[in-house]
């Protein structure tokens, strides 16, 4: 996961901090000396991390943490705030014309995730109730305009090509008249991508630059490659003004070290950051969430943003009327399932709750995605009568699924039973609770040890 050596030195650091009743200067001394090489290991400029450190250190001082009763907690607020500073404080929006359409120029070595991007960004705007227009620049490399309309037609949006043997600044010109004659509020371009930063790729930017005159332009890095990513940044930045980045792959091991330079190095903010090959909406970069991320304190509020754009609040209600009633069924255990997943894969919604990071470290917690999928073919050979009346399934009708789902009928018959306690859980749950809380006083509460020395089960 992203960030995960960063976090846990840190929260070593802080950890020995909080221990301490009072700070001696020596100790915030220690303190930064270890927090300025958690950075340095995670790849951050070093130029950045003596910056960084000055001013942490003399607000520490000014703030005479020394004299204060939670000195740790000093030291963290003010690390946090920094932190913040550094990726820009405040979070920058995408920039929006008042002459629509919007046009936002992608730029990008290759492989950087530009056109994944491209798509992810409009499906983003889409959920906004936009009209994105893509535009397919990129003549060179043989798959790349097929790649932007496959992609295009799974998501529901358009995109303007006129194959590889016109230039991309006449197909740039044609697709922005395109938009405007189709009502279509944003433009997407994407462009060519190198193996370097070359000349002919810039003049060719800079020319289409010329002729769309672009609202944004956004530079899309990997984060993966840590400092090379600030590199690029700041030679595509000379020579074409940026507005701001698109940094992907933050779900892959990152250390960190672009996140934290780019803004600081290039003077251009991080806009969005992407995670995973799949077409998701972009997600916006928040500084200071990103800085309690990287602190381990959790990010709450991209959760809670996340869960309430992704369930539908009249589905949960009625759910828990039917957990409530114990009308649930296989088919309402998928549903609720989908409705999880669709939040992202698991172990990121893990990395967003504070102290998680620590958790999963110390107990070596994994979250076995596989074995949810094998949950989910399960439930899905089932047929719509099994789902709902599950008390119809005798060994031949289990027989059938174990081999539907590629499962044995040890794992079929687990399940079964799984969710036959899960429900019989729910009923004694809801008896107890009532429809207006807790009643029965103490035998409520036995109920509730019985069920709890019992051991409640989930099926994954
Ligand atoms: N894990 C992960 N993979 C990504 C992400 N974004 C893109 N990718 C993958 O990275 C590879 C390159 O992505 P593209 O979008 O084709 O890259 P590009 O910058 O358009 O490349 P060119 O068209 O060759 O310039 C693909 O395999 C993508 O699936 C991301 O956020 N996370």
Redesign the pocket.
Known sequence: MAFEGLTSRLQNVFGKLRGKGKLSEDDVNEAMREVRLALLEADVNFKVVKDFIAKVKEQAVGAEVTKSFTPGMVVIDIVNKELTELMGGTQSKLAKSNRPPTVIL?A?????????????LAKMLMKDKHRPLLVAC?IY?PA?IK?LQVLGEGIGAPVFTMGDKTSPVEIARAGLAHAKEHGNDYVII?????LHIDEALMEELRMVHEVTKPDEVLL?V??MTGQEAVNVAQSFHSQLELTGVVL?????DTRGGAALSVKAVTGTPIKF?????KIEPLEPFHPSRMASRILGMGDMLSLIEKAQSNIDAEKAAEMERKMRTAEFTFEDFLEQMEQVRNLGPLDQLLDMLPGMGKVKEMKNVKVDEKQISRVEAIVKSMTKEEKQKPEILNHSRRKRIAAGSGTSIAEVNRLIKQFDDMKKMMKQFSSMMGPKGPKGGMKGLKGMKGMLGKGMKFPF
């Not at 056109?115 to 992810?120: L, P, V």
């Not at 994407?190 to 190198?194: I, N, P």
């Not at 950051?273 to 090959?277: K, L, N, Q, R, S």
């Open positions: 992608m990008g070595l290759q492989g950087a995730g530009k056109t994944t991007s491209s798509g992810k990129d490399r790349a790649q994407d462009t060519a991508g190198r899309v990997d984060a992907t792959k933050l779900d892959g950051v992407a995670t995973g090959e």
